[in-house]
């Protein structure tokens, strides 16, 4: 159990590393020829997933002080794949493991049982290995090698896949040329499309992602890179900075292909003060009032958007909850009963959430496991009136392990 008290924020504090770009670079690295060199990585529970996985794909993975080390170059897989809880490691690497001869199978456990995987099967046909899935849910069996060809993928409910076989396919021995319908979430296909060219992949993409071209038959060429700082998680510290005080984020690039880069945005349209020099992010209070904004491309930031906006004098909407059905829980029922459970008015309509300024009470929240809700009401609860106890807290090590800390470190009272 954790116990967050009504608290101002006043402090600076490191960014944790992106879990999107760590697992993105250790997929790439397994791909690659030789030695490859991650510094500043992220640890969380996810990201230790795609290390995992990466080793029974064969690769040898060595985590040092401040660095992982990948040596990859050989599809090898020994046993099933265990991706955890992410779905972004299940579905990112059932498309590398296409690439063996062999059949491999791809498991996971707790809500990682009910997460789609139907979008997988016939873009694989297509591009010529076999699937087979549970009823469109784990376990995922493949059979390869996938040799390229051209393939029609939906991305409609996720952009994790499409990931996947961007990663994949400049290993195939044929060229391929893909047709992607109904994509969310495009600007996590771009960052994976710059990550396999930091690999030397050279892809070819429209700029909505609808249309991807990759040559076949390249290598990729190992590297040493550096995990950027999350948007993704630096938003609920960011959020209470708006909400309490002050608080200062380093470690973001301002450039950042991250989705989530566009809580900035969002909180100027809220009317908090936000100020970026170099890689340090400042948000500070200001009249906060109602906002409109669209997370469709960012459904991550629907959980700190609604922390924020329940202090927001007026009625928010935010457009994009139809996808938020697929998480760790169905997060939008969920946001709506435990930020409800603090005395805020949150409710889903459709494709939108709307969250009115409510009255804040004493309350215990259980977040049923999901990291993203757990960290909103947290948030939230610097500004209520009462103290907000938080059950199973440790459901944060799914994606930002040092939350609690970071949030106390900016001067938070959680104990």
Not at 232 to 239: D, H, R, T, Y
Not at 259 to 278: F, H, P, S, Y
Not at 325 to 354: P, W
């Amino acid at each position: 159990m954790r116990f967050v008290s009504p608290s101002a924020v006043d402090g600076r504090v490191s960014a944790p590393p992106s879990k999107s770009a760590m697992q993105r670079l250790v997929a790439a690295s397994v791909l690659a020829d030789g030695v490859t060199t991650i510094d500043n990585p992220s640890l969380c529970e996810d990201s230790l997933s795609a290390m995992r996985v990466a080793a029974a794909l064969g690769a040898r993975v060595e985590r040092r002080a401040n660095s992982v080390i990948v040596e990859g170059g050989r599809l090898e897989p020994r046993g099933p794949l265990d991706c955890g809880e992410s779905g972004l490691c299940l579905r990112m690497f059932a498309a590398i493991a296409a690439l063996c001869p062999e059949e491999v199978v791809l498991t996971g456990r707790g809500s990682l049982l009910a997460r789609s995987v139907s979008m997988m099967a016939a873009p694989l046909a297509a591009l010529g290995a076999e699937c087979r899935t549970a009823g469109g849910r784990v376990p995922v069996t493949v059979r390869g090698p996938m040799r390229g060809g051209r393939a029609e993928v939906d991305g409609s409910e996720s952009s994790q896949f499409l990931s996947g076989l961007i990663l994949a396919l400049p290993r195939c021995a044929a060229s391929s040329s893909l047709s992607v319908s109904n994509l969310k979430s495009a600007p996590y296909a771009r960052m994976t499309i710059a990550t396999a060219r930091l690999f030397g992949a050279r892809i070819e993409a429209s700029d909505s992602c609808d249309r991807i071209a990759v040559c076949g038959g390249q290598r990729y060429r190992p590297a040493a890179f550096r995990v950027e700082g999350d948007y993704s998680g630096s938003a609920f510290l960011l959020v209470a900075g708006a909400l309490t005080g002050r608080a200062t984020v380093t470690g973001l690039d301002a450039g950042s292909l991250q989705a989530d880069r566009a809580i900035l945005e969002a909180l100027r349209l809220a009317g908090a003060r936000v100020e970026v020099e170099g890689d340090a992010v400042t948000v500070s209070r200001g009249g906060l009032e109602a906002f409109s904004f669209d997370a469709t491309d960012s459904p991550d930031l629907f959980a700190p958007l609604a922390a924020l906006a329940c202090h927001c004098r007026g009625t928010t909407i935010i457009r994009g909850a139809s996808r938020l059905g697929g998480k760790e829980s169905d997060r939008g029922a969920t946001l709506c009963a435990e930020l409800g459970r603090m005395g805020a008015r949150v409710r889903v309509d459709g494709d939108e959430m709307a969250i009115a300024q409510g009255l804040w009470r004493e309350a215990r929240i259980d977040p049923h496991g999901d990291h993203r809700v757990a960290m909103a009401c947290a948030t939230a609860a610097l500004a209520a009136t009462s103290e907000v106890a938080i059950s199973n807290p440790e459901c944060v090590c799914k994606s930002y392990p040092g939350f609690f800390d970071d949030l106390a470190a900016l001067g938070a009272r959680v104990s």
